[in-house]
């Protein structure tokens, strides 16, 4: 199982950017797919996810400017990042579970590389 993310990059404030995350091994694992992201001297934090089934939960920093969306036949996920905010300034990984959707990040067994993204003022 490998997820793959790419996207990231330096923009400034108010600017937009698309992250995504194509994942390969056993589709089974991917019913749920998922974004977080790790600043600087801050704990991993839950971004966004998605399932098979179409639930979608953001946190609520991010609702209104990111949006998340996916091709389950293609396990790709992507993240649609509009009006970015200094404040969204930190690496970015996929990751994917079974079940559910969960904030916990310990309760994704399955992560991609960090992709960087810079947000400048």
């Known amino acids: 199982v490998q997820l793959q993310a790419s996207g990231g990059g330096l923009v400034q404030a108010g600017g937009s950017l698309r992250l995504s995350c194509v994942a390969s091994g056993r589709p089974f694992n991917f019913e749920i797919m998922g974004w977080f992201r790790q600043a600087p001297g801050r704990e991993r934090e839950f971004v966004a996810a998605?399932?098979?089934?179409?639930?979608?939960d953001y946190v609520d920093s991010v609702k209104g400017r990111f949006t998340i969306s996916r091709d389950s036949a293609k396990n790709t996920v992507w993240l649609q990042m509009n009006n970015l905010k200094p404040e969204d300034t930190a690496v970015y990984f996929c990751?994917?579970?079974?079940?559910?959707?969960?904030?916990?990040?310990?309760?994704?067994?399955?992560w991609g590389q960090g992709t960087l993204v810079t947000v400048s003022s």
């Open positions: 990751a994917a579970r079974l079940y559910s959707i969960h904030y916990d990040s310990q309760t994704y067994p399955y």
């Open positions: 998605v399932s098979w089934a179409g639930g979608i």
